[in-house]
């Protein structure tokens, strides 16, 4: 199948914000003055890729919502009233031309189930998909090539990313001889920002259980069909309080994934 199109991005958006204490979905979270979701969007669109498909779980109606408003919510505006109202817009609208499908794909369906359950808004032959908690100064022009070159199914993003704990550096000899705190972790992880061609929906299938990190990527990688684009750049998400903490931190201070400025 050739793409005319831009490709579209699935974003899975089924996540509670329960480990951040939090009763909005985790997508909705701000960092800065905009949702994490926004974010990863924007990522996306600032290269070149405004069609989004969400996969909706938990609380999904919240996110429809803010989209639905997001005129009034983000910009200054002039309202004639009447029967049929007219809203005048006062400030540059950067996000004009996104297009934004909303997929309730259920409560409690998993990764590779929500993704499975989207298929049918997707008309192109290969597609991206993404968490929508997770952040990147990623190369999405150079994510696409190398997915192409290899001609695999699958291609994830593996980045390197900081331990969670400090680590003690020792003598061998029952004495500490230092402290490295949150070191960076040799082996790659997982990033998200993956591109997939219309070929793993046969291995999606199972019902709502199906997690996608789980049987589809282990079979994926076992036939060889999964491939890993090394980003060595910038990578972070979202999993609790203090994630939301340290991410806005790094947006007030650089915010690397920012690269549409």
């Known amino acids: 199948m050739r793409d005319t199109e831009p490709l579209p991005i699935v974003i899975l958006c089924g996540g509670m914000g329960i480990r951040m204490g ?3 979905p985790k997508m ?6 905009r949702p994490i979701l926004w974010h990863v969007m924007k990522i996306y669109a600032s290269q070149g890729f405004p069609h989004f498909i ?3 779980g938990y609380r999904g109606e919240d996110i429809k919502r803010y989209f639905l408003e997001y005129g009034s919510l ?5 309202l ?3 029967a049929a109202p007219v809203i005048e817009y006062h400030d540059p609208y950067p996000e004009e031309g ?34 929508g908690d997770g952040v990147a100064d990623v190369d999405l022009a150079a994510l696409l090539a190398f997915h192409r070159r290899m001609g695999r199914i699958a291609t994830l993003t593996g980045v390197h990313s900081f331990s969670r704990f400090g680590v003690m550096q020792t003598n061998g000899h029952g004495l500490i001889t230092g402290f490295q705190e949150k070191p960076l972790v040799d082996a ?32 994926l990688a076992a036939e060889g ?33 920012r690269t549409w400025e």
């Open 80 to 82: 004639t009233l009447g």
């Open 188 to 219: 790659l992880i997982n990033g998200g920002f993956f591109v997939f061609e219309r070929e793993v929906f046969d291995y999606l299938e199972g019902g709502d259980n199906v997690i996608l990190e789980k049987e589809p990527l282990q079979r």
């Open 98 to 131: 996104w297009h934004i499908t909303f997929a309730d794909t259920g409560l409690h369906t998993q990764t590779g189930a929500r993704i499975l359950k989207v298929a049918h808004y997707i008309e192109s032959g290969t597609f991206f998909a993404t968490y």
């Open 28 to 33: 909705l979270v701000e960092v800065g003055d």
């Open 225 to 257: 069909q999964l491939a890993v684009y090394e980003h060595t750049g910038f990578w972070q998400a979202m999993d609790t309080f203090k994630d939301a903490q340290e991410m806005n931190a790094v947006w007030r201070e650089s915010a690397p994934w």
């Open 74 to 78: 983000t910009h200054d505006f002039t």
């Open 22 to 24: 939090d009763k909005r």
């Open 54 to 56: 969400l996969a909706l």
